[in-house]
């Protein structure tokens, strides 16, 4: 049977998703329990793999086993043999056909910046700590020029491996909590580094060291090097995905952010 599985994890102590040789990941360590329940090995596709330090709140993936266990055994039996770091939020039969990646219809992303003139050891490495004051307005004029299908070459890594650099950005918006900016993102899918990519021209939209303007000029030239920095992995979250609503999945999102970020007694509201 193939069964399906929204996950969280703080990305901080793995070199990414993807299981690697050398390093620790995320994906191997789902494996490992999920193949402790399951009593033989399991292989695990994923909605969008992360890079090194980047956290997830609703990761979805799918898996094949032969083992016949309730939903309540997987969920738990799982979790129990799961690093602190990382947890699944449910587990839940589909059919044979669904993939977690294909099936997808968008993903989304959030870019938390800490914006104040002192770090915050309770978020260490959780947001981007950014000094200078940010106009999360201007960020916000300057990103909607992104929404649409387009060439995102200007926020694409060098490293990248896609075949195309095309990509249909749905939505994109940055607002202000207190002493926090957000910024959040759906697209169908996302270039390597895209979403951290923007977010360093944002900022330098946001301290005033570029216009508005400037990200509809990058985005045209499709040059990376005119571009803004590569945001710091460590504020980004993906945050999201979305299937047919003929999949029936449970909210995958357990959105604790504004919670875990409160604890600073920076946030105005909720998030």
Partial sequence: MRLAAAIEYAGTAYA?????????SVQAEVERALGFVAAHPVAVVCAGRTDAGVHALGQVVHFDTEAVRPMRGWLFGTNTNLPGDVALRWVVPVADDFSARFSAEARSYRYVILNAPTRSPLLRERVCLWHAPLDAGAMHEALQAL????????????ECQSHSPVRRLESIAVRREGD???????????????????AGSALAVGEGARPAAWVA?????????????TAPAGGLYFSSVRYPAAAGFPPSVRDGLSAMIGASQSLDGPG
Avoid: C, K, Y
């Fill in 147 to 158: 929404v649409g299908l387009h060439d995102f070459s200007a926020f694409r890594a060098a």
């Fill in 217 to 229: 000029e990058l985005l045209a030239a499709g040059e990376r090097a005119r571009a803004g920095m």
């Fill in 16 to 24: 990414g998703w993807q299981r690697q040789t050398s390093a620790p």
């Fill in 180 to 198: 926090f900016v957000v910024l959040e993102v759906t697209a169908n899918a996302f270039l390597h580094h895209m979403v951290r990519n923007i």
